[in-house]
Structure formats: structure tokens, C-alpha cells
């Protein structure tokens, strides 16, 4: 096997900075106060808190050193499906970061913040082109707000119709947070089983869509990697009943430029800026969850939104049937410039072929995979495929060993138990900015350590062997959690 990234190398041990303090170290001079000293109220002196005394060596060196045991995309591969964790331009970064952006105060008249509207006016129409939607805000803070957001329409459409519809439908194979939003709007999620392939069948929706029911939720790829080709047919079937398709656009990284999402009968939709139009995810954000519909639906979505009319552009309210303002100012501003510099850098052809790369990487790791791990779904994938333990299990070797053992050979571990269809689930995404070269170095870790399963099983028990921090005791880290270090 070619040599891998993996390697114990030169980790440093680091103590907390309160253990490295030492009395009368300074890191900074700081002129004397010219304010009268006063005391602070009784309800917030602490005795007992102490902050270390340290030197501007002491901290330039214990951050350096935990940035050291952090694993990131600028270290390595990512092969960790359903969070898209990409290689982004460090370009987008830096235009983030522009003072006369970064420094734009949102709370400007419209007239003297025209360069900020106009970037979300043309983000907007940017988004309605890719995807063929007639309307877009850029309000929702991330995608499970984007899917709130359109659940919430869902519900101001029928309020305003004059109907009361109580149920939504959900595949088994939509993302989690799916029911969780259509719950907390009213609805009561009803759950959907994927065919023998994988994907949805127009007879299973058929059988439970009803004038009781809003509409459904689909995950388009879905949490698989796989396409719902009778995406069409489903919709038509919900149409026919009065009710409404929301797509779940999480994974549009996978078609876009290709699929013109309207003429799928999805009516309303959510965009994951933080996955595919480049923001660094992970940790909990930054993240940007624009929410789009059809025609229909416009005035249903939230305010304010960005419009040029004759005296150049201005944020209005959408009216009075608006799901209201989701976020304050402009939405999570910094994500979406990283998100317009994006689309403008690499233009209506260029877009496309980062899907086609991302389904061409999936497809590859997914054919080079198949004669070492069992493959539930035996079918042509979009951005991610899945894979499962039940080949491990005859040597005792589960997902979380396999898993665990990738850290020796240098590679972040991919989405596990996860989509809950598959039992002992192994989901890896390449994204379309890995090259072939590290691609190869991955899939030969695998097989590497699918040998190891069979060879020496225990090896892979204890595994990570090699890195700062061993396996960990999962069950008591979640009951009995060490929060302080």
C-alpha cells in the first residue's frame, strides 16, 4: 500500500492555561486607567475566580499547540457524507472579510448602504437562476431555519385558503431535522418507506396522500446519495390532492446546473449555503439556509427581502401574508458574500461541473469500494454513497471500529449509523474538490484496514492506535460529560 498521511509524528502534551500561569507574567502593556476605580456589585464578585497570569509566549504556543490535535480540511480528507465538508477558495474568505463589507453597519438607511442590498438583490437572483424558483429570501441562519421557514408557508397557504391540513409526509430517507420542523408548525410528520432501490415509489405516496395532508418533505438527492426519479410523478400526485412539495435542497450540490428544480413540482425549497456555496461548516456554523418557492407562494415569504426599483435598491416586506422576519438585519451577511463570491468566480459552467466532479468522485469511490464493503443499494449514486458492516460482522469488526481506524491512516472519519435505513450505515462523501490521488490514498486505507478486520480483528477494537487521544468511553462521555478540559 502506498504510504498514507497517518503518522504519530510530533504532538505536543498541553496543559490548561490556568496550569501554565505563573504570577507576575504579562502579555500586554496596558496604559494606567484616567477612571476613577469602582467597586463591582455584590452579586458579581467571585472570590474564588482566578485568570492565570501568562506570557505572550505562554498563549501564542498553547494555541498553537491545540491547533495541532484539531484535524481540518486544510490538514486532510473529509470523506464525511451529509455535511459537505469541502475544500473552500480562501478567496471567498478574504472578500468576507472586506472592511467596506465587514464593516457595512446594518442598521444604514437604504440609500446609504445601496453596495449591501444590491449584493443581496443579485445573491437572490443568482439563486432563483440555478435553481428556476420565482422568488427567494435570504433570511434563514441555516438549513433547518430554511426548512421552518418553509413549513411555515406551507401553513400561511392553507391559512389563507381557508383550509386546516394537519399531516406532512416524510420519506425515511429525508433528512433528520425534516420532521422536527414540520412538527413545530403544526404538523404531524407521517412517515414514508423507500422501495426495494432506495428511492420513493408515486404508489407509496399515492397510498397515504390525502385532503388531510399539507404535502410532503423530500430530500432530493436523498440521504442515500440517491436520486427520486419519480420526483415528477410524486408531485403530481400531491398536487392533485391540493397539497404542496417541499425539497429539501441540502444536497444540491449534487445537481446543480443540471436539474432545474421547479420543473421537479417542488414548490417550495431550501439552499444550504454553508455546504455548497462555500463557507467553512462545522462546529455548528457559520451557516445561511435561503429559503425559494413558485410563483404561488411568494407572498408568503419572509421579510424583508431586497428589491431595485427606480431609485436603486431597497429592502421591502413581502406583505401582509409574510411568514414574518426570521433574522435580524440581513441574515447571516458574512455566509452569503462567501456564497455570492462563489457563484460569480465560477460562473453558470463551472458550477455545473463541481456537480458533476462531486458525482463522478462518489460513483468512483462507490465502484472501487463494492468488492470490500457491502453495498445496500446497488445503483448509480449522486454526491455520497453508502455502504454497511454486514461483510465486518463475521469477523466482529462493526462501522465504529472501521471507522476509528481510518484516524491511524491519516483520514477524518466518515458519517456513521447514518441514514437509520441501513443498519451499521458507512456514508462517505468525496465532495467534488477531492483529487484522484487522495481519493486512492483513501480507498486503499479501507481496503487496508478491511484486511486488518479479517487478519487481526482486536487491532481494530483499540483502534485509534497512534493518535494523541485513544478510543474514548463513548457511553460515559454522554451521561458523565467533562465539560472544563
Known sequence: MADQPGTRGLIFNEPLLWEKGKNGRCAMSIPESDVPQAALPEHCRREDVRFPDLAELDVVRHYTRLSQWNFSIDSGMYPLGSCTMKYN?????????????????????????????????????????????????????????????????????????????????????????????AALCGFKPVAVKSGAK???????????????????????????????????????????????????????????????????????????????????????????????????????LPSPMAVRNDDGYAMVSVGEHSIGRLHAFHGNYSVLIRAYGYILSMGAENLKRASQYAVLNANYVKSRLTDVLHLPYDSACMHECVFSDKHLQKHKVMTLDLAKRLIDYGYHPPTIYFPLIVSGAIMIEPTETECKDDIDGFIEAVKTIVGEAESNPELLHEAPCISKVRRLDETQAARKPCLIG
Do not use: W
Open 89 to 181: 477558495p480562501k478567496l471567498n474568505e478574504k472578500l468576507a472579510a472586506s472592511p467596506s463589507l465587514a464593516n457595512s453597519h446594518p442598521m444604514l438607511e437604504d440609500g446609504l448602504n445601496q453596495g449591501t442590498i444590491r449584493l443581496l438583490y443579485d445573491l437572490q437572483e443568482y439563486l432563483k437562476a440555478i435553481t428556476g424558483m420565482a422568488g427567494v429570501s435570504l433570511q434563514p441562519a441555516a438549513g433547518a431555519q430554511g426548512e421552518l421557514a418553509g413549513m411555515l408557508m406551507f401553513a400561511g397557504y392553507f391559512k389563507a385558503k381557508g383550509e386546516q391540513r394537519t399531516k406532512i409526509l416524510i420519506p425515511d430517507t429525508a433528512h433528520g431535522t425534516n420532521p422536527a420542523s
Open 198 to 300: 432506495g428511492t420513493l415509489s408515486a404508489e407509496s405516496v399515492a397510498a397515504l396522500m390525502d385532503e388531510q395532508t399539507a404535502g410532503i418533505m423530500i430530500t432530493n438527492p436523498n440521504t442515500l446519495g440517491l436520486f427520486e426519479s419519480e420526483i415528477q410523478q410524486i408531485a403530481e400526485i400531491v398536487h392533485g390532492k391540493g397539497g404542496l412539495v417541499y425539497g429539501d435542497g441540502a444536497n444540491m450540490n449534487a445537481v446543480m446546473g443540471i436539474v432545474d428544480i421547479a420543473r421537479t413540482g417542488v414548490d417550495v425549497m431550501h439552499l444550504n449555503l454553508h455546504k455548497t456555496f462555500s463557507t467553512p461548516h462545522g462546529g455548528g456554523g457559520p451557516g445561511a439556509g435561503p429559503v425559494l418557492c413558485v410563483e404561488k407562494l411568494l407572498p408568503f
